[in-house]
Each structure stands twice: as C-alpha cells, then as structure tokens.
T-cell receptor
Framework: GQQLNQSPQSMFIQEGEDVSMNCTSS?????WLWYKQDPGEGPVLLIA?????ELTSNGRLTAQFGITRKDSFLNISASIPSDVGIYFC?????????FGAGTRLTVKP | EAQVTQNPRYLITVTGKKLTVTCSQN?????MSWYRQDPGLGLRQIYY???????DKGDVPEGYKVSRKEKRNFPLILESPSPNQTSLYFC??????????FGPGTRLTVT
C-alpha cells in the first residue's frame, strides 16, 4: 500500500531552534497523527488531529491537519536535546492507517 | 499502568525454526495490529484484528500468521522464518479513537 511522503528525512539543528516537518499524500485521511520514537522504544503518540484545518498544540509542539485532508505538518519550537528521535506522521481512513518513513531529528547542545 | 507488552524484546534464530512473538494489552482495546519497521520504509502493517476471532491481512502478511483468541492477546507467528523477515516488530492497540499505543518492539534476526 501507498505510504505517506514525509520530509525532511533528517534534520541537524542547534538547541533553541525551531523545527518543521510535513507529510503529504495522494489520498485523503480522516485523522492525522504524529508520533515520536526514541532509540530502542516504540512510537509514542504526540498529537492527534481529527478535523480538516485543525491546529493543535501540545507544549512546544504544534500540528495542523491540512485543509485538503491530504497533508499535515508538525512544528517544534525552541528545541531541546531531549527532542532527539524519529518523528512519524500517520494518516488514518477508517481502519486503514499509513505511516511516513520518519524524520530523524538531531539537536546539538 | 496502561501498556502494550511484547516478548521477547530480542530474538536471534535460524531459518525455518518456528517462533512466536507475544503481545498483550491491558487497556481493553478492540483493535490490535502488528507492524514491521525497516530502515527507510517506516512502519508497515502485517496483520490486524478488530476483535476476538476477527483478523485480517495488512500490507505485508506473507510469511506471518496471527490469532486473536482473547481480547488482550495478539501473538505473531512465523511458521518458517527466513532472513528477509529480519526486522523490528511492533504490536499496537487502540480503541475507536484511532490513537494507537505501541509496544516496545521486538528485534528479530533470522540467520
């Protein structure tokens, strides 16, 4: 099945910088989710979006559900070293969930 | 504590030797899934189950079996593992909100 197009693949940033990553698809979804995976662990849900146009924040994280229902972005403001990890987007339509390949974030102190 | 558990966390085995990876959740979730994660490919769904005795194929089901005899357990069975099944495997569960909870992962190496 078609996976999502997530970019960038990796990012190297300085502590304190803001980060932006996004996911696009040729298909529409009813739900967009963003996960973070730490080394040796399973993905952990960060933000869930349920409505086109929805903008949701969770601390320093902000995500939006694109108005076309085919894309979503995640912003991290004022990055800190513990933001390091792999971030995945996921789109859900009924019982079909698709994942992006992930964005690997490295934060230099 | 609400969680999904998997066992074992690490497994090295040889081609053709049957193995089972267990998965259990304590959140009374109806929906459970198995994924494999490979570099550059993200998470791909192997099988899913919408309730007890109801299972269906995901995107990459070949070489795998599952069963759902109880709501909390969803084991993944490799009847005759092959090297191309070397991967990192995740079990996940959710309720009707689509917010999936993942287990800690099982790293499988087949030689």
């Amino acid at each position: 099945g078609q996976q999502l197009n997530q970019s960038p693949q990796s990012m190297f940033i300085q502590e304190g910088e803001d980060v932006s990553m996004n996911c696009t698809s040729s298909s529409i979804f009813n739900t967009w989710l963003w996960y973070k995976q730490d080394p040796g662990e399973g993905p952990v849900l960060l933000i869930a979006l349920y409505k086109a146009g929805e903008l949701t924040s969770n601390g320093r994280l902000t995500a939006q559900f694109g108005i076309t229902r085919k894309d979503s972005f995640l912003n991290i403001s004022a990055s800190i070293p513990s933001d390091v990890g792999i971030y995945f987007c996921a789109g859900q339509l009924n019982n079909d969930m698709r994942f992006g390949a992930g964005t690997r974030l490295t934060v230099k102190p | 504590e609400a969680q999904v558990t998997q066992n074992p966390r690490y497994l090295i085995t040889v081609t053709g030797k049957k193995l089972t990876v267990t998965c259990s959740q304590n959140m009374n979730h109806e929906y459970m899934s198995w994924y494999r994660q490979d570099p550059g490919l993200g998470l791909r769904q192997i099988y899913y189950s919408m309730n007890v005795e109801v299972t269906d194929k995901g995107d990459v089901p070949e070489g795998y079996k599952v069963s759902r005899k109880e709501k909390r357990n969803f084991p993944l069975i490799l009847e005759s593992p092959s090297p191309n099944q070397t991967s990192l495997y995740f079990c996940a569960s959710r309720d009707y909100s689509y917010e999936q909870y993942f287990g800690p992962g099982t790293r499988l190496t087949v030689t």
